[in-house]
């Protein structure tokens, strides 16, 4: 008799093609060593975070507790709760004037990183290039990759805000390119972009018949300026795929609940493949997002001024050490240049992990514009930003060349 | 500007001028400026700290008094409200509506001392009517702290 595993020693090894090409392709991990590290180490400052230091509002919680009391505990429609739809859509038309139909033209997804690769799937054949800015969220080109799509980059930097411009774009359509994907306020930059800029890429996007897919995950954390929605833009409706979610907004990252809103045909298909992979976002999550959107707008607003205050502490503070750093005005990330050192991101990461204690994200892991760059997470407690600041300060110190 | 402040320190009295500066654009010394005025102004009372005396197994007891008095003329609840409100015992107090008057928010050292306190003192105030008092028996949260928390919430050291 055989015992149970053997048979897995006759399996092909990755090299002979047991995992498929396009899997390995994806960006794994240089970085995997370095979370390996930070997980075995105490007394440590992560600044290495991407999501809120709240819990979610208890309101929202308790909507969610209710909900499994009374027993809405099973699938609800592949699309999501015909109220949640309708309030997304009035959220939407309420903040941005964007005119959606909740049946037909939204899907409610597991975060808006479901909503991403539903995209993908739905518009790309293989071979079809998504162009999308470097550094960009780590999902953004694996996503197009696991679609069959090439990514392809358009650098932006430092000296730009990290915006990226419509032109860079232009240069870089070829007849295979489908689609631009972009995301601001930005993970990792927290750049955001102004509305001139957007509508020169709704003008590029037209001319060249393509599909513009925007990840507005960070709309509501902005800083002295106001968010332009993409799908907002004149003209730019038909050809839109508008994500969104509740995770940084209303602090849900673990409730997984997001959607897409976009012309019918696009939801249709969107939802095609959801209903065969995820059937339906999870209930109580759809529940509490009714809830965030009825009545978390205070929480979203205290959140956000207290957002700003820890902002405005660690952009001034990396200044005050020595690492050059343009104004974040969204999300919850600065992104310091780390040149001074001489050391590249990931070298600079461990070491400072090793060292002082403090993570911080190396750039790299964001694509290859991001290398000289750290992604520093500002939700974290007042007290924990000064003391990293305090311990990077000593040592950029030791390290300036 | 002094709103933002006030948010600020309410929320960490120990944020330092230089930190508040920061965090609402304004120059050390305007920040300065205008919390020193605030205090002149009464609108600062005081700085402090919440703590949670029960983890030192310190014996304080406090009790919450109902307290029905009878207005006087032209003066109203105010001047017995004014005399309860000088003993050192008095952690608050309040005009509310409903079935009391008063209520007192009383910290003492035991619960004798704080029984001593209605009887000696607060019964005898000329217009006091009536006292209930309740003992307090566990506090769950004050000043907006939980005081007996989980463990928080804990999140992955890195998220990308």
Redesign the interface.
């Known amino acids: 008799m055989k015992k149970p595993g053997q048979n897995l020693k006759q399996h092909p090894s990755q090299s002979e093609g047991l995992i498929s090409e396009r899997t390995n392709r994806l960006s794994p991990s240089g970085?995997r060593k370095?979370?390996d590290l930070?997980?075995n180490m105490e007394g440590?400052i992560?600044l290495?975070?991407?999501?809120p230091?709240y819990?979610t509002p208890w309101h929202i919680s308790e909507a969610a507790v209710k909900s499994l009391e009374k027993g809405y505990t099973m699938y609800t429609s592949n699309s999501g709760i015909p109220e949640l739809r309708q309030e997304t859509v009035r959220y939407l038309k309420e903040k941005y004037s964007i005119d959606y139909d909740p049946f037909g033209e939204i899907l409610m997804t597991v975060g808006v990183s479901e909503a991403l690769d539903l995209a993908m799937r739905a518009i790309i054949n293989p071979g079809d290039e998504v162009i999308m800015p470097d550094p960009h969220?780590?999902a953004y080109d694996s996503c197009v990759i696991l679609a069959h799509g090439e990514p392809v980059m358009v650098p932006t930097s430092q000296e730009n805000n990290f915006e990226v411009s419509a032109e860079d774009i232009e240069a870089r359509i070829t007849d295979k390119t489908k689609a631009i994907l972009i995301g601001y306020p930005a993970n990792p930059t927290g750049a955001v972009m102004s509305r001139q800029k957007l509508l020169d890429i709704a003008g590029v996007a037209r001319r060249h018949q393509l599909t513009v897919i925007s990840d507005e995950i960070y709309a509501r954390l902005t800083y002295g300026v106001e968010h332009t929605c993409f799908a907002s833009l004149p003209g730019v409706r038909e050809n839109t795929i508008l994500l969104g979610g509740f995770s940084k907004a209303y602090a849900m990252t673990g409730w997984r609940i997001g959607y897409a809103v976009a012309p019918k045909e696009i939801i249709a298909a969107m939802t095609k493949i959801h209903q065969y992979t995820i059937m339906s976002a999870p209930t109580m999550a759809q529940v509490a997002a009714i809830e965030a959107l009825k009545t978390g707008e205070s929480d979203v607003v205290e959140m956000v001024?207290d957002y700003?205050?820890?902002r405005?502490?660690i952009v001034?503070g990396l200044g005050d050490i020595g690492l050059s750093c343009f104004e974040p005005h969204g999300a919850f990330y600065a992104f310091p240049s780390i040149t001074c050192t001489g050391m590249k991101s990931e070298e600079f990461s461990e070491k400072l992990l090793m060292e002082e204690k403090v993570?911080v994200?190396p750039g790299s892991?964001?694509g290859q514009c991001g290398e000289g760059y750290v992604r520093c997470c500002y939700a974290t407690s007042?007290a924990e930003i000064?003391e990293a600041l305090n311990r990077m300060g000593r040592f950029v110190k030791k390290y300036r060349k | 500007m002094l709103k933002d402040i006030l948010k600020i320190l309410e929320n960490d009295a120990r944020t330092t001028s230089q930190q508040i500066a920061t965090m609402t654009g304004t120059p050390v010394s305007e920040v300065n400026k205008i919390i020193e005025q605030a205090e002149k102004d009464k609108i600062i009372l005081k700085y402090k700290t919440v703590i949670n005396w029960d983890r030192l197994e310190d014996e304080q007891v406090w009790a919450l008094i109902e307290v029905r008095v009878k207005p006087e003329p032209e003066v109203g609840f105010d001047s017995i409200a004014e005399r309860i409100a000088r003993f050192e015992q008095v952690r608050s107090l309040f005009l509310a509506s409903g079935t009391y008057d008063l209520l007192v928010v009383v910290v003492g050292k035991s619960e004798h001392k704080v029984a001593d306190f209605v009887s000696q003192n607060l019964a005898h105030i000329e217009g006091v009517q009536g006292t209930v008092t309740h003992f307090v028996l566990k506090r769950y949260k004050d000043d907006g702290e939980i005081l007996e928390g989980g463990e928080g919430v804990k999140r992955q050291p890195v998220i990308l």
């Open positions: 970085i370095f979370f930070l997980a440590v992560s290495g975070v991407g999501e230091d819990a969220y780590v001024e700003n205050r820890r405005l502490i001034k993570a994200v892991a964001f007042l000064e």
